[in-house]
């Protein structure tokens, strides 16, 4: 149900853009998150973006971004996005967005566990 693209190889410094289109129901009503996993770790949080009743739109970032990520949705096209620029090359790994289910609970959307659909991976490669 998910599909991830837009990794690759680039220098220190550069900037990619992954997309993960959704083909499940109720995109807008579920959270979307990306994570990643480096050879040999576990899979980290990156980023999440989901609806608040009283915030709207609303996103959470893993203090390794250092805003240096953006994550964003457009709920007509079902795909959320991950900008990331001034990439290092410990941003190296395979990054996994995922969908979480529309009963979510915002506290935990920074576990694993809380999403329900992951897509395929897509490698990101960052050279000193």
């Known amino acids: 149900q998910l599909q991830a693209s837009g990794g690759g190889l680039v220098q220190a410094g550069g900037s990619l853009r992954l997309s993960c289109a959704y083909s499940?129901?109720?995109?807008?009503?579920?959270?979307m998150g990306w994570f990643r996993q480096a050879p040999g770790k576990e899979r980290e949080f990156v980023t999440a973006?989901?609806?608040?009743?009283?915030?709207?739109?609303?996103?959470y970032y893993a203090d390794f971004v250092e805003g240096r990520f953006t994550i964003s949705r457009d709920n007509a096209k079902k795909t959320v996005y991950l900008q990331m620029n001034s990439l290092k090359p410990e941003d190296t790994a395979v990054y996994y967005c995922?969908?979480?289910?529309?009963?979510?609970?915002?506290?935990?959307?920074?576990?694993?566990?809380?999403?329900?659909?992951w897509g395929q991976g897509t490698q990101v490669t960052v050279s000193s």
């Open positions: 973006i989901w609806w608040n009743t009283r915030s709207g739109r609303t996103t």
């Open positions: 499940g129901r109720a995109f807008n009503l579920r959270p």
């Open positions: 995922a969908a979480g289910t529309p009963f979510y609970n915002a506290q935990d959307l920074g576990r694993v566990r809380e999403y329900e659909s």
